[in-house]
């Protein structure tokens, strides 16, 4: 089984409130593959005809509220990085997170198991100025830094161009505002490109972060238009994947869009929204409680086979 893995900073499971964007946003593709219930807090346990979803656990135990680099360092090597820190850190890793992705980031252990892995995001020109150097400097995602650990390639321009990787806003309007030449795409033929990437990997991970700046931002309509391209994007990948072959989850490290009556994070529980074969989501459901069990889940669900 592969498994496609969509990762979106800053969404929380919110309140059936006019508060949650998701819940005043049309959101036709989301509704279909939750039978009807909106991505709320509501809609935690229900197990459906395509998709289950359920609440994780974002707070792992430490005072304060979940914050990107733990949350994410968690996601991406399944160790409790806020409990081995003692704190929850935003923004970028420090020295000693970046240690434990070194180690234990999810390619290196997935490429340990001879699983074939991509990370596929494109990056900007000035990016491999950089990479050239060895990466100096700090300000680099946990995703960038357990592909640069894993000893993976980082793909640019020209992969966007020919269908290898796409730009972290989907479309690539961000990329063409700033001058680049590549083409604009809507959220479906975004949706439809990182399905035939990930048709080649046993294990593709894809990075989407304008939603947590979109909450920072509090504005209900730069949170629907990224509410309404997520809705977008995910119902293709729904709707044309295979199931038997593929299994799609879309999680989150921290909450943030959910609620605009505030521009910090948030305590709500995030995400894990798992789109594929009922047999085989009923087999790792019960043991995904926080953002630590996402990387037990995806080694588990890599190694399953319907009898």
Not at 24 to 36: A, H, Y
Request: aromatic share 10%; proline share 5%; net charge positive.
């Amino acid at each position: 089984m592969r498994l496609l893995f969509i990762f979106i900073d800053g969404v929380g499971l919110g309140k059936d409130h006019p508060c949650n964007p998701f819940v005043i946003t049309e959101t036709p593709g989301l509704i279909s593959i939750l039978d009807g219930k909106r991505l709320t807090a509501k809609a935690v346990g229900s197990v459906g005809s395509r998709a289950t979803l359920l609440g994780l656990d974002a707070t792992l135990g430490v005072q304060g509220l979940p914050q990107s680099a733990t949350g994410q360092a968690s996601i991406f090597t399944g160790v409790n990085a806020a409990g081995f820190l003692g704190t929850h850190l935003n923004g970028y890793p420090d020295t000693k997170l970046r240690r434990l992705l070194a180690a234990k980031g999810m390619f290196r252990q997935l490429r340990k198991q001879h699983y074939k892995v991509i990370f596929a995001n494109a990056y900007r020109p000035q990016f491999f100025h950089l990479l050239r150097r060895g990466l100096p400097g700090k300000r680099y995602s946990c995703s960038t830094f357990i592909t640069y650990y894993g000893g993976l390639p980082f793909y640019g321009l020209n992969d966007i161009k020919q269908g290898r990787a796409l730009y972290m806003d989907i479309t690539n309007d961000i990329l063409r505002q700033m001058g680049f030449v590549v083409p604009s795409i809507r959220p479906e033929e975004g949706a439809r490109r990182l399905l035939n990437i990930s048709r080649n990997y046993d294990f593709c991970l894809f990075e989407y972060f304008l939603s947590d700046l979109a909450g920072h931002m509090a504005d209900q309509s730069e949170a629907s238009r990224v509410i309404a391209i997520l809705d977008r994007f995910i119902g293709t990948l729904a709707d044309q994947n295979d199931p038997s072959e593929t299994l799609i989850m879309v999680s989150s490290d921290h909450g943030n869009l959910e609620d605009l009556t505030r521009r910090v994070h948030t305590y709500n529980k995030v995400p894990a929204l798992l789109i594929g074969d009922a047999e085989l989501r009923s087999h790792i459901e019960p043991d995904i409680n926080d953002l630590t069990d996402l990387l037990p889940a995806i080694f588990k669900t890599l190694a399953w086979s319907k009898n």
